[in-house]
């Protein structure tokens, strides 16, 4: 039986920007077991401090990771890669592929960071169905992007689905759409593999790539564990020395 522990080091946040394109601030999950320290999902370059700050609180310290698991390729969730010296990287083969025969464009992938992970010896292509790690398998959810994966943590009496942006968010989960994805049907056949996943033992947890982890109630429908935590400090007078706080975590419907 494996048993590890999971941190969540970045929560992740389920928001635009409305003139500055998309947050980037995706979750970021600390497994610590089976001699291994493993990061699934990396951040952005937003990211280095507070992860950073995270690591330290946990007295983990970068050369000490084993193992850097991504999800997809995008650049949120992928970049600091770099910052792991020792680790393994694993990533889909598939998702590996199309990214690195991807031209520059208008898009969320990092090229150069993709071109270094296409050479680099460090590594390891997982396929779906793959068990890579004691007690993680991989499994194909395509559609946010054509080679993302999901990965299964069988962590003893449940289990644990990091569904980096195959499912984002709490509202994708139950609309079953994907608001950023190359192939609609494709997202809406992965969000219905993830609920079956999810729902095949009481207990099972899901940690999505925007958003709080969440259980499910009694009557089936998920439910954030947790508070969020989002905020914005702002300098918008002629001193340096005042700023504001803008809370993210308040409802505005439109």
Request: a negative charge; charged letters at 20%; aromatic letters at 8%.
């Amino acid at each position: 039986m494996h048993r590890y522990q999971v941190d969540v080091l970045i929560q992740g946040f389920p928001g635009r920007s409305i003139c500055h394109g998309g947050l980037g601030w995706s979750t970021v999950t600390l497994i610590r077991g089976e001699g291994r320290t493993i990061l699934l999902d990396v951040g952005a370059f937003g990211m280095r401090k507070p992860l950073e700050r995270r690591l330290q609180e946990l007295s983990v310290d970068p050369s000490e990771v084993s193992d850097v698991v991504l999800t997809h390729a995008h650049y949120d969730h992928i970049v600091n890669f770099t910052l792991f010296p020792k680790a393994k990287i694993w990533i889909g083969q598939t998702e590996l592929e199309w990214a690195k025969a991807q031209p520059p464009g208008f898009d969320p992938l990092p090229e150069l960071y993709v071109q270094e992970l296409a050479r680099s010896a460090r590594v390891e292509m997982v396929s779906s169905g793959q068990e890579f790690i004691p007690g993680m398998v991989a499994h194909s959810v395509p559609g946010h992007t054509p080679g993302h994966l999901l990965f299964v943590l069988n962590n003893g009496d449940h289990d644990i689905l990091f569904t980096g942006d195959a499912a984002k968010n709490r509202g994708e989960l139950l609309s079953r759409k994907v608001i950023d994805t190359d192939d609609a049907m494709e997202s809406a056949r992965s969000i219905e593999l993830i609920w079956g996943f999810w729902t095949k033992r009481p207990g099972n947890l899901l940690i999505p790539g925007h958003d709080l982890t969440m259980t499910l109630d009694e009557q089936g429908q998920p439910c954030h564990l947790g508070a969020r935590a989002a905020g914005i400090r702002v300098w918008f007078t002629e001193s340096i020395e005042h700023s504001d706080v803008i809370d993210l975590t308040t409802v505005h419907s439109h």
